[in-house]
């Protein structure tokens, strides 16, 4: 197995072939890298520069890493990897903002843009369920011709005729520009979203929470401040969301680091993050690479360094590291299993932004599929819904009941979400 997915990719057989012990792995590498993993696995977290210089791992170092990522891993969420049957829907392609890492977006007057009518958007809905999906994921363009109650309209919509079905959507770009529309501060805003149907957030529209490289990356993009608003007030109105990262692009070691930390401050005070998801930038047909602002970067150690310093740099505050098969393709995430991820994403079924970019890992992967990539590294498979319950039991039977979502109020302990029962 190669691991590659890129004809580029770094050759990862030092890892693959490595069996020494972590104490083995730790003991060859420069004192001071050992130290702070070593720390790491008593229970510390890294610090924000100390989380960069993890983040610069390669080789033999990284070799220790992954195995310490791995280590606490399994000491924190146990050998469980689960995943959620989902569907995406992206309703539109429409939109003005202008991203120069995006290649989905068109245009109101581009031959191929499109808006959904609300039937179609129905109908993959219904399709969704009729495949056993528990959630849709639906995200769009940032349409300007969109009614000011666009996005309530597409809520009431749903719930009425699914009242069951989970309802992750609205990045917080989305949400500014609604309440934007609207007139609405973001509780009142949020308030109204969550009465109409919505359940969760999916914490996109993060990119990298540094002002400065967001203004190249897109100018026109809410701003870190705002970001951080909508997240907590989702949160203190018990809306969970997820966090992400998106990485490989112009950023630095340190931004990610102080990305990661900006999160678990947020997660210290609310506890409302599901998990984190770091998503590689697709760079392909991105206007970023055509002006050539970015150069591609070799998949494999790069990643491998980000989702394990995610993994101790999160220790006790976001439990689920969520890989993204999309981004790396089948056999590289599957590599990030043994760098602490404790989650593969979900069956996704339609995927359009990261396709639209140069991703080649399809749209859709199968249950099946997922559970094989799974038992592949020795690890036990559990399908879970969107806030992490696990809905089924492991002989392949449904749970009758699951655990309802409790938001963490600042004042008492924020442990994060775990993927174990």
Request: aromatic residues 6%; contains cysteine.
């Amino acid at each position: 197995m190669s691991y590659e997915t890129e004809e580029n990719a770094d050759s990862l057989s030092f890892l693959l072939e490595d069996d020494r012990s972590l104490d083995t792995r730790l003991a060859s590498i420069d004192a001071s890298t050992a130290s702070i993993i070593g720390r790491a696995l008593e229970g510390i977290r890294p610090s924000v520069d100390e989380g960069a210089h993890l983040l610069t791992l390669r080789d033999n170092e990284l070799s220790a890493l992954v195995a310490a990522a791995d280590e606490i891993r399994r000491e924190d969420v146990g050998e469980v990897v689960t995943y959620v049957v989902n569907r995406n829907i992206n309703w539109t392609n429409i939109c003005f903002v202008g991203c120069k890492f995006c290649a989905f977006a068109r245009y109101k007057n581009d031959e191929d843009a499109y808006e959904r009518p609300m039937s179609a958007v129905l109908d993959k809905v219904q399709d969704a369920i009729d495949r056993d999906a528990t959630e849709v994921c639906m995200q769009g363009g940032i349409n300007p011709e969109m009614d000011g109650e666009g996005y309530f309209d597409i809520l009431e919509s749903i719930r009425a005729r699914f009242p069951k079905i989970h309802i992750h959507a609205y990045s917080p770009m989305e949400i500014q520009y609604g309440a934007r529309r609207m007139g609405m501060d973001y509780p009142e805003y949020i308030g109204i979203l969550k009465e109409k149907g919505l359940d969760t957030i999916p914490g996109t529209a993060a990119e990298i929470l540094d002002d400065e490289v967001r203004e190249i990356l897109s100018h026109k993009k809410l701003d870190v401040a705002t970001w951080i608003r909508i997240i907590k007030t989702a949160h203190s109105l018990d809306i969970p969301t997820t966090s992400t990262v998106m990485y490989g692009h112009l950023e630095t070691p340190m931004h990610i680091a102080r990305h990661i930390d900006i999160l678990r401050e947020i997660q210290k005070d609310t506890g409302g993050f599901t998990e984190f998801v770091p998503l590689r930038f697709i760079w392909q047909n991105t206007q970023l690479y055509a002006e050539g602002r970015v150069a591609p970067i070799p998949q494999g150690q790069l990643d491998l360094a980000v989702y394990a310093t995610s993994r101790l740099m999160l220790r006790g505050l976001i439990d689920n590291l969520q890989t993204s098969w999309v981004k790396l393709g089948h056999e590289l995430s599957t590599l990030t299993l043994a760098a602490g991820c404790n989650d593969l994403g979900g069956t996704l079924m339609e995927e359009s932004i990261s396709r639209e970019a140069g991703a080649d890992a399809g749209e859709y992967t199968s249950v099946e599929e997922l559970e094989a990539m799974i038992r592949r590294m020795g690890r036990i498979p559990r399908q879970r819904n969107t806030v992490y319950d696990l809905i089924d039991d492991p002989d392949g039977g449904h749970t009758k009941e699951t655990k309802s979502y409790e938001i963490q109020h600042e004042g008492h302990a924020a442990s994060g979400w775990s993927g174990s029962s």
